[in-house]
């Protein structure tokens, strides 16, 4: 149980063009998932909390006009990646709560933006 | 605010090694505890967790216990395998009211194990 899917796993795309990355909880609900950027060799840094059905709450510094995010569902979250330049390219997770304080994580999202 | 530190890596070991990879957290509440663990090109895996102080957390053969009066929840495996080779993620998580609980994660410690 608790599975979390991301899709695409791997995407390169050029500049300018926008992406989505799209993180579903598989055998469960989330009322919140969360979206995490990972660079080479480093830890993961928060973006952006979402909700279902309210606005994404985002971390300071990410701008939330380039990184949109849906939480349409409470199995489904998406992070479109809008003009994306190559300093975006990146390893993007996702992951989702469940009761009590455990996340679960995607596998990831290889962003190259070419 | 809170945060994590991790022992700096990488780390290298023979298989059947000991393993311990120190954690220890600053943290204004009663955090749980965490251990998370990447395998090359996946995302996280919860390796095991803690809630509460003494608390132990287990899985896999690593252990780790939830140390109040050391802020400290290291990691340990009493005989690593090649398969262990991963980075390996400290993290905490604020126990609130709030909805939402937010992880803070540690720098993450690379382990390689030769055969």
């Known amino acids: 149980g608790a599975v979390v899917s991301q899709h695409p796993s791997r995407v390169i795309c050029k500049s300018g063009t926008s992406v989505k990355i799209e993180c579903r909880s598989l055998?469960?609900?989330?009322?919140?998932m969360f979206w995490y950027r990972q660079f080479p060799k480093q830890s993961l840094m928060l973006m952006a909390t979402?909700?279902?059905?309210?606005?994404?709450?985002?971390e300071q510094g990410v701008e939330k006009d380039k990184f949109l995010i849906n939480h349409a569902s409470l199995t489904l979250s998406t992070l479109t990646v809008t003009s994306a330049h190559p300093e975006d390219s990146s390893f993007y997770i996702c992951?989702?709560?469940?009761?009590?304080?455990?996340?679960?994580f995607g596998p990831g999202t290889r962003l190259t933006v070419l | 605010g809170d945060s994590v530190t991790q022992m700096e890596g990488p780390v290298t070991l023979s298989e059947e090694a000991f393993l311990t990879i120190n954690c220890t957290y600053t943290?204004?509440?009663?955090?749980?505890l965490f251990w998370y663990v990447q395998y090359p090109g996946e995302g996280l895996q919860l390796l095991l967790k803690?809630?509460?102080?003494?608390d132990k957390g287990s899985n896999k053969g690593f252990e780790a216990t939830y140390r109040k009066e050391t802020t400290s929840f290291h990691l340990e495996k009493g005989s690593v395998q090649v398969s262990d080779s991963a980075v390996y993620f400290c993290?905490?998580?604020?126990?609130?009211?709030?909805?939402?609980?937010?992880?803070?994660f540690g720098s993450g410690t690379q382990l390689t194990v030769l055969p």
């Open positions: 992951s989702a709560r469940v009761v009590g304080d455990t996340q679960y």
């Open positions: 055998d469960f609900q989330a009322t919140t």
């Open positions: 979402s909700n279902e059905g309210s606005k994404a709450t985002y």
């Open positions: 943290a204004t509440g009663y955090p749980s």
């Open positions: 803690a809630t509460k102080a003494d």
């Open positions: 993290a905490l998580s604020e126990t609130d009211s709030g909805s939402a609980r937010q992880l803070t």
